[in-house]
């Protein structure tokens, strides 16, 4: 599961189109006011298949994400995505730093409001040193949910204009569930963001909704296509 933020220059494969629109983005408590560039996506032939497996994950996918849209891309899992790290990635360091991974400089109170967007604090003033506490490698002292509101935090403090979002919710209780849902509804908010769901609640933060099945896409809608597939 994985939380990506990107830069407006990261899609630079030959399959993937980017095209940067200025887009003026809504003042919110959990983070200052910015002007990011959310770029209109496509996905053109896109294929993939795992090294020993004869089916093909993804199999000639063509795919736009318009300027500022989010899409939820749904279907069983293992239905087709060629990148899907298990965890965040953290480091051996403190809990900031694991934060300002995208942004090293950034002043420790725009650190805090990106924690604030995540729903972190609570968890995080509760370790023993608090932002400064140490973890261990790959964040051992963490569980799964934490290290998933950590990297949520750090994609809110990158404030990239793309951002790519995989099943960030698979480790949370309903209650802190329903709460980073609403915080993520913010911070995609003027974002162009590819949400990979197989979780109801999570592929609702989309405009339009994807159908995946055997690596092609099947189906387009809204929410209520969400309601024939997920559960």
Partial sequence: QAVIALPVTA?????????AIPVTAPTATARPPVVVAAPRVELRGVGYAYPGQDRPALDGLD???????????VGPSGGGVAWVPQDPTL??????????????DAP????RRAAE???ATSFIEALPDGFDTVLGERGLRLSGGQRQRLAVARAALRDAPLVVLDEFTAHLDDRTE?????????LLRDRTALVIAHRRRTA???????RLVDGAIV???DDRLVDEVLS
Avoid: K
């Fill in 11 to 19: 899609p630079s494969a030959s399959a993937l189109d980017a095209t």
């Fill in 63 to 73: 795919l736009v994400l318009r300027a500022g849209e989010t899409v939820a891309l």
């Fill in 91 to 104: 480091v051996a360091g403190t809990v900031a730093d694991n934060i300002r991974l995208g942004e090293p």
């Fill in 108 to 111: 420790f109170d725009a650190v």
């Fill in 117 to 119: 967007a995540a729903r």
């Fill in 178 to 186: 329903a709460e980073l849902l609403a915080a993520m509804a913010e």
């Fill in 204 to 210: 609702q933060l989309a405009d339009r909704v994807v």
């Fill in 219 to 221: 189906a387009e809608g």
